[in-house]
């Protein structure tokens, strides 16, 4: 009913109900055109929208949000698919005005000490929008910070934030490298490719997939795989967003999208992580089974071309 007022209020002739559900959020047509609201996560609603456009033969898409109106205008601008975003405040729709990517902050000179600390425990350094992380098999088992009350930096061992906290308290006096090294041993068993389903498993499974190609470039032909910024910092472990590498492909960079499952917002995130990257050649790799014909549609429909890759021998 508020999108339908919405559409109304602002022209829209034709408006009508189509069976069916928009999962995260409310979708209608007025004539042969898409009205869209991401109610759910609004950032990552342009896929989604875009797909059901596609599904529901639109000729263009006019997709509304209360947020992230910045990030979804920068998105739509990739595709060629005529896409109107608008900012909605009460009654009131707004066009939206792309927003450049976040600056990306260095690393603090004091949090790089920690590296040789974490590659002495077992995990692998990743660097991440200025923040020093050590994952085992795509999966943060420790972050460095700054103490907010002393300033001092130090290595924090756990899962997320709310599980670093627990392990200080609980191992406190433990020197870090030790009880870092006995967390990687715990976890690592977790993220192998054949291990049974567990919950370290399920988590943070993009990364996994990401941690697998660079173990194995060979997977999406390329000779390397290294990993890379985001083009927007991750908010928290549990939440299993897209991750960024650049991998060297038959001797050209290229930009690679690890996505886990069905994404149908993966590609439009790839068109923000080519921003990021500057490399223009740019993939999305999913696992065997999860590249569903209508994320091929959603790639062609990306001005600068980005191709759909299904990653086999994976768990």
């Not at 406190?172 to 009880?179: F, N």
């Not at 967003?241 to 650049?246: L, N, Y």
Request: proline fraction near 9%.
């Amino acid at each position: 009913m508020k999108l339908a007022a919405l559409a109304r209020d602002h022209g829209a002739t034709e408006v009508r109900a189509v069976p069916g559900e928009f999962g995260v959020g409310a979708a209608l047509l007025a004539g042969r055109q898409a009205w869209v609201l991401v109610d759910d996560q609004p950032a990552r609603g342009l896929g989604p929208a875009i797909a059901w456009a596609i599904r529901h033969g639109a000729n263009d898409l006019q997709l509304v949000a209360e947020s992230a109106t910045g990030v979804l205008a920068r998105r739509a601008l990739a595709f060629d698919l005529p896409i109107e975003v608008w900012h909605a405040e009460q009654r009131t729709l707004l066009p939206a005005i792309a927003e450049p990517l976040p600056a990306r902050p260095p690393l603090p000179a004091e949090h790089a000490a920690f590296r040789e600390l974490i590659v002495a425990a077992g995990a692998t350094p990743v660097v991440e929008h200025g923040v020093l992380t050590g994952d085992v098999g795509g999966l943060e088992v420790c972050r460095a910070v700054t103490d907010p009350y002393t300033g001092a930096p130090r290595l924090e061992v756990g899962i997320g934030a709310h599980d670093r906290e627990a392990f200080q308290l609980l191992h406190g006096d433990e020197p870090t490298e030790a009880a870092l090294a006995d967390f990687v041993a715990t976890v690592r068993p977790h993220r192998a490719a054949d291990a049974a389903g567990h919950p370290l498993n399920r988590l943070a499974r993009s990364r996994a997939l990401r941690a697998r190609l660079q173990a194995d470039p060979t997977l999406i032909r390329a000779t390397t795989v290294v990993p890379a910024d985001p083009p927007i910092a991750r908010s928290n472990v549990k939440d299993d967003v897209p991750c960024v590498a650049i991998a060297t492909i038959d001797d050209v960079p290229t930009t690679v999208v690890c996505s886990a499952g069905v994404d149908l917002d993966a590609v439009p995130y790839a068109t923000d992580a080519r921003l990021a990257t500057d490399v223009a050649d740019c993939i999305v790799a999913v696992p065997a089974g999860s590249d569903l014909p209508i994320q091929h549609e959603l790639a062609a429909l990306v001005r600068r071309p980005v191709r759909i890759v299904a990653v086999q021998s994976l768990p």
